[in-house]
């Protein structure tokens, strides 16, 4: 984790009784539950309390007492006394945004006490696993899949995805294969994301294919529901300005007060690849991301590329957008495709810039055009834009 200048609050659907390894850890001081955890917090006004969050702690504690089960121990000969418990399901978060979620879920792997776990975006995690795949093809491995999972299963026990969603068909061929082979080698995983299993890649390139996913995730996975009225993360932002001009050290300092805000202080960065290239998003957390201009729009990028950062991110801050004229036709061309992803992606934008959205762009080609992204800047700066 890289600390800088983004966490949020959560939510729940089924839910399972602690398990007696769960009730056993307590008993004995192992632990203390993730329950009592958040109702310290929340005495303690570090967070707001929400009953919807709380109720997806048992199938979430049921997780971190297995994980947590001390090793068998081996008899004389080699042997294990009593067979190995199977792993529980794991979990699938999912809801709105600024529910949350992503906070119950960090809560949950911070406590988890064993070396073996991981917290990754979804986008990352399946760009190594692609990666991998490569590098495996290239020394003339048949299934490309199979020594890539086992090395998750090997160097991990639990995975924590934060932000699941498929958009890309080379993702939504191979999920399926890869989550039932690390689960059947007892990884157990726990997943964010804003939709439901059923809406997991709607309208995608040969759908049919991938709704064995759909059908593993209901089997292997407690699918939960956060369904919390309280939108956290609008909250935060309730008020709050959103384009701030000139781009000064001023709106730096404001810009730098809103990512802390809404991040916790806490971030990395996240690689988006599209089509062989890549997009780095330096600052990302819990779906808050930040980047300067010249990283977004100062790279050759196009179309699908911005989407992908729509569909990755729920809030943007832009750092530093400058005059744009002829001299930098490029960069503003790619400015206007980039907010028109975000405009109809529903993202919340925040922006510091060199002047109001209708003098950015003011002389040279496709002036006419900018007129339209000055507009939707504008509507975007709206309190109820966005976050919904």
Request: aromatic share 8%; with cysteine; glycine share 8%.
């Amino acid at each position: 984790m890289h600390s800088g200048k983004g966490g949020v609050n959560a939510a729940p659907s089924r839910i399972r009784t602690l398990s007696l390894p769960s009730l056993a850890l307590y008993q004995d001081g192992m632990c203390e539950p993730l329950q009592s955890i958040y109702d310290r917090l929340a005495a303690g006004g570090e967070i707001t309390a929400d009953s919807a969050q709380r109720a997806v702690f048992p199938a979430l504690e049921q997780i971190r007492a297995h994980l947590e089960l001390p090793p068998r121990r081996k008899g004389l000969f080699g042997g294990v006394f009593g067979k190995a418990p199977l792993p529980p399901k794991g979990a699938y978060i999912w809801g709105g945004v600024g529910r949350g979620k992503s906070y119950i879920m960090d809560l949950f792997f911070d406590e988890v006490e064993i070396d073996l776990k991981r917290r990754v975006h979804f986008h990352e995690f399946m760009q190594e696993i692609h990666e991998g795949m490569h590098a495996c093809r290239k020394r003339g491995v048949d299934d490309a899949l199979k020594p890539v999972a086992d090395k998750v299963a090997a160097e991990t026990r639990l995975l924590c995805f934060d932000e699941m969603q498929i958009i890309d068909i080379t993702d939504a061929m191979i999920v399926g294969r890869l989550f039932k082979a690390v689960m059947d080698d007892g990884v157990v995983i726990v997943t964010t994301s804003n939709r439901r299993p059923d809406d997991l890649y709607k309208d995608g390139l040969n759908r049919g294919l991938f709704l064995p996913f759909i059908e593993l995730i209901k089997e292997r996975m407690v699918v939960h529901h956060l369904d919390s009225p309280t939108d956290y993360r609008r909250n935060r932002l309730q008020g709050a300005c959103s384009y701030f001009t000139p781009a000064d050290a001023e709106a730096r300092s404001a810009m730098d007060l809103i990512w802390k805000d809404l991040t916790g202080g806490v971030w990395e960065p996240l690689a988006l690849t599209v089509m062989g290239r890549k997009t780095v998003l330096p600052g990302f957390r819990n779906g808050v991301a930040r980047a300067p201009f010249w990283e977004l729009c100062g790279l050759p990028l196009g179309p699908a590329d911005y989407l992908a950062v729509a569909e990755a991110v729920r809030v943007l801050l832009i750092d530093d957008v400058p005059l744009l004229s002829r001299s930098n036709f490029n960069e503003a061309r790619r400015f206007v495709i980039l907010i028109d992803a975000l405009y109809e992606a529903k993202v919340r934008l925040i922006v510091s810039a060199a002047d109001v959205p209708e003098r950015l762009y003011v002389e040279g080609e496709g002036t006419f055009e900018f007129e339209r992204t000055a507009s939707r800047l504008r509507e975007m700066q709206g309190e109820g834009w966005g976050v919904a």
